[in-house]
T-cell receptor
Framework: AQSVTQPDIHITVSEGASLELRCNYS??????LFWYVQSPGQGLQLLLK??????LVQGVKGFEAEFKRSQSSFNLRKPSVHWSDAAEYFC?????????????FGAGTTVTVRA | DGGITQSPKYLFRKEGQNVTLSCEQN?????MYWYRQDPGQGLRLIYY???????QKGDIAEGYSVSREKKESFPLTVTSAQKNPTAFYLC????????????FGPGTRLTVT
């Protein structure tokens, strides 16, 4: 079965500093990789996605992620964090098997931004 | 404005009562999903539907039921058989082709006492 691991439960970063959130997955089939962000009490918003092509993908709000097949990783980065980036971030991996498609989510990483 | 609506935002029920959560989308997506979110556990898939009049159990389907009579709608019923129904419920939809990204509604927080 597929699994997605976000090793860091909580990260605190200073405003203006860089941010990296880790995501590792175990998978065998063709897969699709996503990062979502969630503010408290809200739904999830898609930040970026990867399914083919350039392994460095750009997303919204200045985020980027790099797919490394050899390491089974899809880490999210932002060069300079803003206070509004405080939220919970979820990595997700999708698998297609025939007509069936499902996403598996990591447990999430909460990001706190200090002034 | 295309999107997914979930209603109500907050729902309170007494133990032993069934309750139905609404999910509507106007994105013309074939596939729809229901997730449950608990603190520290990420999202867990309850049920999903790839096409009208068809749906499959996800990882935690026990105590829940769904229907998919229309493409736009995928209501979730939390039955009295669900042992711990208090949670945040999220509905999502996606196209059936790559890259299959899912779009989420704002969620419904259900509290059962």
């Amino acid at each position: 079965a597929q699994s997605v691991t976000q090793p860091d439960i909580h990260i605190t970063v200073s405003e203006g500093a860089s941010l990296e959130l880790r995501c590792n997955y175990s998978y065998g089939a063709t897969h699709y990789l996503f990062w979502y962000v969630q503010s408290p009490g809200q739904g999830l918003q898609l930040l970026l996605k990867y399914f083919s092509g350039d392994t460095l993908v750009q997303g919204v709000k200045g985020f980027e992620a790099e797919f490394k097949r050899s390491q089974s990783s899809f880490n999210l980065r932002k060069p300079s964090v803003h206070w509004s980036d405080a939220a919970e971030y979820f990595c997700a991996v999708g698998a297609v098997r025939g007509d069936d498609y499902k996403l598996s989510f990591g447990a999430g990483t909460t990001v706190t931004v200090r002034a | 404005d295309g999107g997914i609506t979930q209603s109500p935002k907050y729902l309170f029920r007494k133990e032993g009562q069934n309750v139905t959560l609404s999910c509507e989308q106007n994105l013309n997506h074939d596939a729809m999903y229901w997730y449950r979110q608990d603190p520290g556990q990420g999202l867990r898939l309850i049920y999903y539907s790839q096409i009208v009049n068809d749906f499959q159990k996800g990882d935690i389907a026990e105590g829940y039921s769904v229907s998919r009579e229309k493409k736009e709608s995928f209501p979730l019923t939390v039955t009295s058989a669900q042992k711990n129904p208090t949670a945040f419920y999220l509905c999502a939809s996606s196209s059936r082709g790559p890259p299959y990204e899912q779009y989420f509604g704002p969620g419904t927080r259900l509290t059962v006492t």
